[in-house]
């Protein structure tokens, strides 16, 4: 009965993840694509740890453990970035 829903799950989550390309493309501010980058981020892990349980792969929530951490130091790391006069208009 409930065989669809891990795999419906996934799906969802990757149009969700194509969706967020048109934001990374359009973004009118570099701040609006690094949001879409985390967006991407959050997503791949939620995917990945679907994809563990659906297909019986603890290794996948390894990979989703590297994604969580990576996502953690980039936000950091562009936090950090200085801005320019242009950049706060």
Same mark, same amino acid.
């Given at each position: 009965m409930m065989g669809w829903f891990l795999p419906a799950t996934a799906?969802?989550?990757l149009l969700?993840?194509?969706v967020g390309m048109i934001r990374v493309y359009r973004g009118p501010?570099?701040?609006d694509r690094m949001l879409?980058?985390?967006l991407f981020g959050t997503?791949?892990?939620a995917v990945l740890l679907v994809l563990a !349980?659906?297909?019986a792969l603890p290794a996948l929530r390894d990979v989703a453990l590297l994604f969580v951490m990576l996502a953690a130091i980039i936000s950091v790391a562009f936090a950090g970035l200085p801005t320019t006069d242009e !950049?706060?208009?």
């Open positions: 799906l969802v989550l969700n993840l194509a501010t570099p701040a879409a980058a985390l997503t791949t892990v !349980e659906w297909m !950049e706060r208009r």
